[in-house]
Each structure stands twice: as C-alpha cells, then as structure tokens.
C-alpha cells in the first residue's frame, strides 16, 4: 500500500497478471470504470505513471445530471466527500441580474477528486503504477509490457489516457483535430472566502461579443472562491499575457456588473490557463480495444460535456458491454464497434461536440445570421428583465392614501 495524504491507495509495483479487462490511465473515466467492474467481482488491472494525480487544472463543477450518473453507478459514496454542494446560482446577463437558479450544482478540484476516487477503490482493483512500454492487441488477447518488464494480459484492453498520445499512437489509433486552439480557460481562486461574496455562486456573461468570453462562474470549492472564466482566445495573445499580469483589471473592466460581489476580483495564488482543441479518433475501430472519455474525443469545457462524455462511456460499457462480451470467447472488432455505435454514445458525443462549436460560433461569429441570432436571444433575454420588473412591481402593496 502507497500512502496519499494520510490515506491509502490501493497501489502495487508492477507484477505480471491475467485479468478480464486491463485499463490503462487512472483518470476520471479509468477509475470509474475500474470502480464498477471491481465491484461487480470482475479481474481488473488498472495502470498509471503516477500515484498521485497531479493538481491540475481540469473540470471543477459538475451538475446534478453528472451527479446522479455517479450515483447510479455505486460511486456516489466515493464522489460526495469531495464535492462542495451549491444552489442558487445568480445569473447575471446584459449588465443585470437575470435570474437565481435553484438547480444544484457541485464543486471540487479535479486532481482531488480522482485521487479521492483512487482511495475508494476495492482492495481488489489496486492501482498499478507504471509506465506502458509496449502493448499489442488481437481478438483474443491483449499484452501490454511494463517498463519494468511485468506482463499484464487481458481479455479487454481499456485505452483512457486522456490526452495521452503514447499507448494509442502504439495501438494505431489517430487523433484528428477538428477545431486547434478552440477555446481557452482560466482557473484562479479570489481572495474572498465563500462567505463574505453576496451570492452562493454566480454566472456572468458579457455584455460585449468583441471580447470573446462565454462566461465567468464562481463558485465554492470547501472555504475557497473559485472562478473559471471560458473563452475564446489564444494563450499567445496579448490579451492572455494582460490577463496573467492583471487579472483584477481585465475583469473589472469586462464584468463591472458583478465586481463588488466578487471582492473587486482580487485573485489569490496561480492563474491557470489551458487551451483546448476539439478532437475526434479515427482507426479506433479494432478487435480487443476500446478508447473511452478524453482518449477517445475531446470537447470544449464551456459548455461543460467532458464528464458526461466519459460517464456515458463508463456507463454504457460497465451495465452492458463489457458484462456481455466476456460471456462470449474472443472479442473480435464486431463486439467493440457495438460500443462505438451506441445509440446513446453516439447522441452524447455529437450532442457535446455540436455543443461546444456552437457556444463558440453564438459568442464570437461576425457574420449577420449569427448577429441576427444574438439579436433575437437578447431582446427575448431583456422582455424577460422587464417582464419579472413589472411583476414585482405589482406584487408590491398599494401605496396607502390614508
Ligand atoms: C480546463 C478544463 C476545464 C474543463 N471543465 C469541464 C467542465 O466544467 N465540465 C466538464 O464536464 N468537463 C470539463 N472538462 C473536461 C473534463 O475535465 C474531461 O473530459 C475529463 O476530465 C476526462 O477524463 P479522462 O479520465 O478521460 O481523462 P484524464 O482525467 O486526463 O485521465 C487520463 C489519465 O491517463 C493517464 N495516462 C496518460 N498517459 C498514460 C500512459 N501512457 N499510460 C498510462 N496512463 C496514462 C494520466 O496520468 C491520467 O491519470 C474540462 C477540461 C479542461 C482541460
């Protein structure tokens, strides 16, 4: 046993082994998965480089659809400790205050989350912490070959290594790019505690295209104040070089609306900027191999798909592929490719690629069919302002003329 931060994560040195379903890459999706399937008294090896998931910037708010996709999966135990619950998130829009949200939203830092998860697994699901340096695949077997020389061999070989290229350059799986430097984010926390902003969390949108934001949300990770800011810019921009000197007058300028709330955006410790392109697989489709979550596409973080992404592939492949393809000898290409074409795979990923093309179009695109569109979406977002001021007016008690 390793020790991670006074606990312990199952994790073993490299040895050979003969399980059902070898995964490689400890992230959100591979740890689910090998959650679920441990649970379910599958043989699992799960492996990574690291024992510890670095703190990096990733997904760090999850709604209460991504939530119950956890629970289903006998992961809710594991997941609650780590998220910070919120509701009544105040929506700002066209320099005023919108609406208040009563959805439930949850908080968390993503390297935290997976290590947490990590810990949760069964005893009999250790962390295998190594480094791939060959793998070979087949309709009957697969091989992968540690830097160490331990030999793990499989009936299924899970690929979910995130943006890793090296074990899926290995297998021939191609990453092809659809949108380079799509979008950019930026996480940084501010200096005032959950307590002392005006509201539980907010979402700001700006008022102008020019600036290329999507959206600003703050909300609370335990007694901290996170933002992440969505746009679309590069990270070679001056205006991205601006933003990492001064990121208090960058969004005071851009956000004034919600400024007091926020503290004046006084930033406390990094700002973290991460580019993000859009990427989809091609040549993945081969006898005793699956890609899943960030392994197999990426979207964009604004509107926020990732993690329903690679819940999906956790889901469908746990409650029904994986269960069935072992029942059978062999796991020839016929089998895989049903996984890829799942009709509910194939609707979440689509559904999160056009989503993340869209939000960048509707933020950003000059051309009249776009301005017309923002045009409509605004008017019918300013008669809803109006609409709720007059109601409130009504509601008020006549003036007494005693
Ligand atoms: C800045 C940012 C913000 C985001 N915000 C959101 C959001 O708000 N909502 C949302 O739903 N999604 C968001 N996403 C997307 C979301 O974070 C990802 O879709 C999700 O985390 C993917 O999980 P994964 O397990 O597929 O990959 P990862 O979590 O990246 O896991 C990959 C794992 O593979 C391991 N690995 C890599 N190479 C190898 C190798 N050769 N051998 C063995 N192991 C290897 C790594 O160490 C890592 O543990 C965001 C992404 C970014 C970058």
Known sequence: M????????PAVQAGSAQVDVAIVGAGLA????????GKAGRKVALIDPHLVHHDEFRAEKIGMKQMQAFEKLGLGPAIRPLVTPVTGTHVFRLGQFFERERKWEFGFSYGALVNGM????????????????????GPDRQRLVLADGAVIESRLLVVATGNGETVRRAIGMERIEESKAHSMSIGFDLAITPRECAYPAIICYPRRPADRVAYLSVFPIGNRMRANLFLYRTVAEEWTRAFRENPQAVLCEIMPEVAPQCGNFGVVGPVEVRQVSLTTT???????VVAIGDAFWT????????????????DRLASTY?????ETPGMDVDKICAFYDDAVKVTTDQAGMRSSIYAKRITTETGLEWRLRRLRNNTA???MILGRRISRRAELPAPSTA
Do not use: F, Y
Not at 282 to 288: D, Q, T
Not at 303 to 309: A, K
Not at 322 to 326: D, H, N
């Open 322 to 326: 994986i269960p069935a393809w072992l």
């Open 381 to 383: 977002r300013q008669l």
């Open 118 to 137: 990590r810990q949760a697994l069964p005893a009999e699901v250790p962390l295998t912490v190594g480094k791939v340096a060959e793998v070979s695949t």
């Open 299 to 314: 979207t964009c973080p604004t509107p926020g798909v990732g993690i329903n992404r690679a819940m999906t592939d956790v």
């Open 2 to 9: 390793n020790t991670v931060q006074g606990q312990e994560t």
């Open 30 to 37: 591979g740890t689910s998965l090998a959650a679920v399937l």
């Open 282 to 288: 091609r040549a993945h489709r081969r006898a005793g």
